[in-house]
């Protein structure tokens, strides 16, 4: 993909929403210990962030679904700075969750009109690609700017992280005023025609495919920390070098990903998954050796991320005469799959199982993925032989 100005602001905008999403994760402790309240409660603002991602995305759909894209994608990136910056000058608990409250109503809106956006201003051919170099801002958050995040509360408080990241924002729609046209929307864009298009059958099954993907996904990142502790007997520091791993495979499945979903959206679709499977079969096995754990997730992270931009392509080609509200709402799908493969991991902790169960757990997930994909595939294939003898 050439440098192509518009695809980098989305990628900015793409980076600043990761890391405002994924570094409370790392600042809890200091936010807990600053605000007087119990590591689980400071977590509740992540799930009222997911929560407010899955609202959000579609209100903020429908109510501006004829706005011009650039001026919707400028709102969304308004709401974005405005809530960070709520929470950079949150004086207690309630101000914060109110902050990340509202910070998340621009998640669904920006990531669905942005890969609608990215998608309409390439060749056909590159579209996948073009989606995938958006995304790419979200790959770098978690390898630099969420560690980056962290290490700023840690050292000189949590506010400034939360006032950094609200810089992000001014800066991308800047980059957004810069590089993008106004961009109209074409006909007259209604809730109805939405929301029809949005429950068709092949929507609903690329929006089930997205949830138990990252379903398979989460259900083992979310307590890789305590995984590697444990089983691993790593150290902080080596939980932290496994992060940026996982961080740099999620960088360059995403770039795999966008590759070879021009080139086939369900082979790409297909292989990441059968390679998750195989992944987390071997690191329930081998995830006691440090040796073996580091080439795993990795590879794991590749295997992962390279589902995102042909599901989300996917998305967008099935709803096509009107994209934004499935497209945002495949974001919100993800963030489903996110609390489910959480509770799911959890429920299997909870059970004594044991960690390595945790990764089955996610094999098992990834199995069901597997056998969407090959339905989903073999569906659409009927449809054509249907069509093609009409």
């Known amino acids: 993909m050439r440098l192509n100005p518009p695809l980098i602001a989305l990628a900015i905008g793409a980076f600043g ?3 405002t999403e994924f570094s409370p994760m790392g600042m809890l402790p200091v ?12 977590g509740l603002l992540v799930s009222a962030y997911a929560f407010g991602v899955l609202v959000g995305a579609p209100i903020m759909t429908l109510v501006f679904a004829s706005m011009a894209r650039r001026r919707l994608l400028l709102l969304s990136m308004g709401i974005f700075t405005l809530g960070n910056l709520v929470s950079a000058f949150a004086d207690g608990y309630t101000m914060l969750l109110v902050g990340r409250i509202i910070t998340s109503f621009n998640h669904g809106a920006f990531f669905g009109v942005g890969a609608v956006v990215a998608a309409s201003i390439v060749p056909p051919e590159k579209r996948a690609g073009a989606v995938a170099a958006m995304f790419s801002g979200l790959t770098l958050a978690t390898v630099g700017g969420v560690p980056l995040a962290a290490w700023v509360a840690e050292t000189v408080g949590w506010r400034t992280a939360f006032l950094g990241i609200s ?7 800047l980059a957004l005023l810069a590089s993008l046209p106004p961009l109209k929307v074409e006909g007259r864009a209604d809730m109805r025609s939405e929301l029809r298009v949005l429950f068709r059958g092949p929507v609903l099954a690329a929006l089930l495919l997205t949830v138990v993907g990252a379903s398979a996904m989460f259900t083992v990142f979310t307590y890789i920390a305590p995984i590697l502790q444990v089983e691993t007997g790593a150290t902080p520091l080596f939980v932290t070098a496994m992060l940026v791993i996982y961080g740099l495979g999620l960088a360059v499945g995403n770039w795999v990903g966008g590759r070879f979903a021009d080139r086939s959206l369900d082979g790409t679709l297909i292989g990441s998954l059968v390679a998750v499977v195989v992944l987390l079969a071997l690191f329930a096995v081998l995830m006691g050796s440090a040796v073996a754990a580091a080439p795993l997730i990795f590879l794991w992270g590749i295997a992962s991320f390279a589902l995102v931009p042909p599901l989300q392509t996917r ?21 489903l799959g996110n609390a489910i493969g959480a509770a799911l991991g959890g429920a299997v902790i909870d059970a004594g199982l044991g960690y390595p169960a945790v990764s089955l757990a996610g094999v098992g997930m ?14 659409r294939k009927a449809r054509c032989v249907e069509a093609a003898a009409v």
Do not use: H, Q, Y
């Not at 810089?167 to 729609?173: A, F, K, L, Q, R």
């Open 17 to 19: 929403i990761g890391v």
């Open 31 to 42: 936010i807990a210990a600053d605000l007087d309240v119990s590591i689980p409660v400071a």
């Open 167 to 173: 810089v992000i924002g001014i800066v991308t729609m």
């Open 315 to 335: 998305v967008v080609l099935e709803a096509s005469e009107a994209p934004n509200l499935a497209s945002a709402m495949n974001i919100g799908a993800f963030n």
């Open 366 to 379: 990834a199995l069901s993925g597997l056998a969407l994909a090959l339905a989903f595939r073999k569906g």
